[in-house]
T-cell receptor, first 112, second 113 residues
Framework: GDSVTQMEGPVTLSEEAFLTINCTYTATGYPSLFWYVQYPGEGLQLLLKATKADDKGSNKGFEATYRKETTSFHLEKGSVQVSDSAVYFCALIAGGSYIPTFGRGTSLIVHP | KAGVTQTPRYLIKTRGQQVTLSCSPISGHRSVSWYQQTPGQGLQFLFEYFSETQRNKGNFPGRFSGRQFSNSRSEMNVSTLELGDSALYLC????????????FGPGTRLTVL
């Protein structure tokens, strides 16, 4: 079946450091890929998405590129802020499906 | 456009009781999904409703049930509560098309004592 694997957290960084959170997937067909963010005490919010190979999703300084050859969708940000501290979820929706498959989430902690 | 709303935000129940949680989707969204989130198991899919019918179902016991009304609002019910049901319950709505992203509510934090 479909699956999403994220790097284990927590990821701890200093402010202005470069961020990478790895995400790889297994799916049939051509899934759409998503990154969601969950701030403390809140639900998940869509951060960015990509719907086909080589697409780059971007939002709020975060970027991720749909790499079909490596089945990956790594999240990157050039300079993190304390306010980026949250849990990040990678997800996919396989072609023809209504329900996303989520990774386990990666906690990011940014220190001043 | 108003987001997904969930009520109540917090609940405390005792073992053996039952509970009903409510979710109002974004206007125009006809699909509503429910998830259970715990530190140990992560985010687990419960079920999805579309046009008042359960369209998809996760791997949860029959104590977990739901329904959707004609205005797309949804409720989920958990009967005979167990300690392990303590979790954040998230509702998400989306357009009816496949491959569409979901929009989440803030969740209901259920504590079972």
């Amino acid at each position: 079946g479909d699956s999403v694997t994220q790097m284990e957290g927590p990821v701890t960084l200093s402010e202005e450091a470069f961020l990478t959170i790895n995400c790889t997937y297994t799916a049939t067909g051509y899934p759409s890929l998503f990154w969601y963010v969950q701030y403390p005490g809140e639900g998940l919010q869509l951060l960015l998405k990509a719907t086909k190979a080589d697409d780059k999703g971007s939002n709020k300084g975060f970027e991720a590129t749909y790499r079909k050859e490596t089945t990956s969708f790594h999240l990157e940000k050039g300079s993190v802020q304390v306010s980026d501290s949250a849990v990040y979820f990678c997800a996919l929706i396989a072609g023809g499906s209504y329900i996303p498959t989520f990774g386990r989430g990666t906690s990011l902690i940014v220190h001043p | 456009k108003a987001g997904v709303t969930q009520t109540p935000r917090y609940l405390i129940k005792t073992r053996g009781q039952q509970v009903t949680l409510s979710c109002s989707p974004i206007s125009g969204h006809r699909s509503v999904s429910w998830y259970q989130q715990t530190p140990g198991q992560g985010l687990q899919f419960l079920f999805e409703y579309f046009s008042e019918t359960q369209r998809n179902k996760g791997n949860f016991p029959g104590r977990f049930s739901g329904r959707q009304f004609s205005n797309s609002r949804s409720e989920m019910n958990v009967s005979t509560l167990e300690l392990g049901d303590s979790a954040l319950y998230l509702c998400a709505s989306s357009l009816a098309n496949t491959n569409n992203e979901q929009f989440f509510g803030p969740g209901t934090r259920l504590t079972v004592l």
